[in-house]
């Protein structure tokens, strides 16, 4: 167990905290939206993980989406970058303090349409972060134009007709190799919630790509980003549980129906398999996964792939685990002769 219950029957988590401390400011987002709802369980989950606040840096770009870091964990540090360019701050801030622990929340828009560039770089660098992108299908904020991930001939009211194909994230997080990719569905708050158990305990950059309805613009039955869409079509590629290490570890194991991925420090994502024979180690196996769905306009959530074994950014460059503004000079700077060196090999 991770919560422990003080005098008072106050519930604390292992920090001490109690999930207040774990909220933001009230929401300012329209009542329903589905970026509240990953919001509640960005809260739930680091408060039961204990996940230090002070530690912890929200980063996001511009959207209804990348308002959402302020409406949770007010202790943490927060900065709300240009729009698009969530991936290259966040990859400063964390190359210049590896311990930090990093949350990304984006848009569809934010991600697809403006940062797709930033968004394919971060996965190539494998920036240690969880990168929650909160998919609408439009641009929510600016009142509902077509975003790079709305469906091929949709049609809304005030936008008019999408005529073009859409960008699938999951996919081209796949195809970079990102070692955690995995897709949901807001209205699903229990795979959601273990989900992104997982991606915090992931080492590397950990994508969830979220359908997350916009109740004013996109919440429309035929539309494949509404509450009433994914309420219908959602077909889970397995249940997934996440087991703590601290946790004694009980599995339930019935050959052949579940299947157990183990994170590099020990905690361990139970998969139990539906109807699917699902391995998510394989990544052409996920690259095919995503193609026929797209194919057959099949919402498909779950776990679509992990791979444990590229180095982040940090190891790549074998960063102090000191962050570098507490560094002493003598270590930040190269030394007299080093730098000679450096300005005579670019004079010859
Ligand atoms: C450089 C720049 N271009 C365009 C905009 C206008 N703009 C603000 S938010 C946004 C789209 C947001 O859509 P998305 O990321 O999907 O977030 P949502 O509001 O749907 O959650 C756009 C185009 C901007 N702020 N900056
Ligand atoms: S406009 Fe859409 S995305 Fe923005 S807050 Fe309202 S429901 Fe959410
Ligand atoms: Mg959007």
Not at 75 to 95: I, K, Q
Not at 303 to 325: D, F, G, M, V
Request: aromatic share 6%; charged share 25%; hydrophobic share 35%.
């Amino acid at each position: 167990m991770t919560t422990e219950l003080k005098a008072g029957n106050e519930k604390l988590n292992r920090l001490g905290l109690d999930k207040l401390d774990y909220k933001g400011r009230p929401s300012t987002l329209c009542s329903g939206c589905g970026h509240d709802s990953i919001t509640s369980q960005i809260i739930n989950v680091c408060w039961e993980l204990g996940v230090d606040p002070q530690h912890l840096i929200k980063m996001s770009g511009i959207g209804c989406s990348s308002k959402s870091p302020a409406y949770f964990m007010n202790r943490a540090h927060g900065f709300n970058t240009l729009h698009g360019r969530m991936p290259s701050v966040t990859t400063g801030a964390m190359m210049a303090n590896r311990e930090l622990k990093a949350i990304g929340v984006s848009g569809d828009g934010d991600t697809g349409s403006i940062g797709l560039g930033q968004f394919k770089h971060l996965l190539r660098r494998n920036v240690p972060m969880v990168y929650i992108i909160e998919n609408n299908g439009v641009y929510g904020l600016t009142k509902g134009q077509f975003s790079a991930t709305a469906d091929v001939g949709q049609k809304l009211k005030y936008a008019g007709t999408n005529e073009l194909t859409p960008i699938d994230l999951c996919l081209e997080a796949v195809s970079s190799d990102c070692g955690f990719v995995a897709r949901s569905f807001a209205g699903d708050a229990k795979q959601v919630r273990e989900l992104l158990k997982a991606a915090l305990s992931y080492n590397g950059t950990a994508v969830l790509d979220i359908i997350s309805p916009c109740v004013t613009f996109n919440n429309h039955e035929d539309s494949t980003k509404s509450y009433p869409y994914g309420k219908a079509h959602e077909e889970r590629i397995h249940d997934i549980s996440f087991i703590e290490s601290r946790e004694e570890i009980q599995v339930d194991y019935d050959p052949g129906t579940t299947q157990i991925v183990q994170l590099h420090d020990g905690p361990i994502i139970q998969l139990r398999k539906l109807d699917e024979d699902y391995d998510p180690t394989d990544r052409g196996a996920a690259m095919q996964l995503l193609e026929e769905a797209h194919a057959k306009q099949e919402f498909i959530t779950g776990l679509l792939y992990i791979n444990q074994t590229r180095q982040t950014l940090s190891e790549i460059h074998n960063l102090p685990r000191t962050a570098l503004a507490d560094l002493p000079s003598e270590k930040l700077r190269p030394s007299k002769e080093v730098f000679d060196k450096l300005i005579g090999d670019l004079l010859a």
